[in-house]
């Protein structure tokens, strides 16, 4: 009888993406869970790398396989020790990790420093990786700005040979759909003004100033002072700094229209999860974002707040038909078992 493989699974925060990865892989291999901590303070910082390379220290040697999310510090110190220790390595792109975007000042690839070439190390050295999205490896995004570079390809030479689109997946039993309210939403986890700019946030509050007697919501900020003020009164805005994951589930299956106005996204989890509750999308051309959507919504091609309000109205116009199919969209395009298969296949072929 074969042996399972045995896995180090690294991350450095437990987004619901990441934790779908660790659950996936839970199933047919025995996985370490390792979380890596990235700290700002210089002290923190210093403190919590060490931590970290004493933890896969810890666990190298019980283990064939290190499965890394996101490419930064700790992504070198994993590959550069499963090297040493003759172990194979999977790096997972996440997005920031992939592109430099000086409009928003968004990207690892933003300075030439040592966090640069750290990163470039460890994506040169490790024997795989996986982005969710095409775009992540050889990728334009004119939505951004002509002077922005996206694609991990363009700033690490030599290796398309070891990377794999492998999308993340969608379960459709877990997404519901009710009757349609006509209301828009948008979710995103808002933390700082970075965030608050890369999501296009600035958008969607424009818009719904455009459309007054429209619902819209705004799922996930995380400080009421990132609001500017001109929009801080308006009457059709609702604002919730974060709802559990079944109330989410209610609100994508009432809403009709979702927004994802982002300058940089990798795939985006809630564009899918939003399609998968049969809601009409309403999204730019950042990376994977025109790629989910399809045919089955709308496309803003450069940042104009009068395209984007009517491009809004007309998906709160359209048939909910429009809605019915973005969700067989996903289903076709990205299901939980389509990257639970090519993650298995690749993982035992290490």
């Keep these: 009888m074969k042996m399972q493989k045995s896995i180090l699974f690294v991350y450095t925060h437990w987004q619901s993406f990441v934790r779908e990865d660790y659950d996936i892989l839970s199933d047919g291999f025995k996985v370490l869970k390792l979380h890596f901590r990235l700290e700002k303070g210089l002290f923190s910082f210093i403190y919590h790398q ?5 933890s896969i220290l810890h666990h190298i040697l019980k283990v064939e ?7 930064d510090y700790h992504a070198f110190w994993a590959v550069l020790l499963a090297k040493i220790f003759n172990k194979k390595t999977v790096i997972v792109v996440g997005g920031f990790d992939a592109v430099k975007i000086p409009s928003i000042e968004y990207g690892l690839f933003m300075k030439n420093n040592l966090r640069t070439h750290l990163v470039q190390f460890a994506y040169r050295h490790c024997d795989k990786i996986i982005a969710v999205d095409e775009s992540l490896i050889h990728g334009k995004n004119t939505y951004a700005g002509a002077d922005s570079i996206t694609g991990v390809a363009h700033f690490v030479k030599g290796i ?3 990377s794999q689109v492998i999308p993340t ?3 459709a039993e877990k997404w519901k759909v009710f009757t349609k309210k006509n209301q828009v939403l948008t979710v995103a986890l808002i933390k700082d003004e970075k965030v608050f700019a890369r999501k296009g946030i600035d958008l969607f509050l424009a818009t719904a100033q455009q459309l007054p007697h429209i619902e819209f919501y705004l799922v996930g900020l995380q400080d009421m002072n990132l609001i500017p003020d001109e929009f801080k009164e308006l009457q059709n805005l609702r604002i919730f700094p974060i709802l559990n994951q079944e109330e989410l589930i209610e609100l994508y299956a009432e809403s ?3 927004v994802q106005f982002s300058v940089s996204e990798g795939l985006p989890n809630v564009l899918c999860e939003a399609m998968m509750s049969a809601c009409i999308p309403v999204g730019t051309t950042a990376n994977g974002i025109p790629h989910a959507i399809g045919d089955c919504g709308f496309i803003l091609h450069q940042k104009d707040i009068n395209q984007a309000v009517k491009l809004v109205e007309s998906a709160l116009k359209s048939p909910t038909e429009m809605g019915t199919n973005a969700r067989q969209r996903i289903q076709k395009l990205f299901p939980k078992q389509k990257r639970k298969k090519l993650l298995f296949e690749l993982i035992n072929k290490l």
């Design 256 to 258: 009709k229209v979702y």
């Design 169 to 171: 997946g969608y379960d």
């Design 50 to 54: 060490f931590s970290g390379i004493f």
């Design 160 to 162: 398309s040979g070891k």
């Design 65 to 71: 396989v290190i499965y890394i999310w996101f490419c």
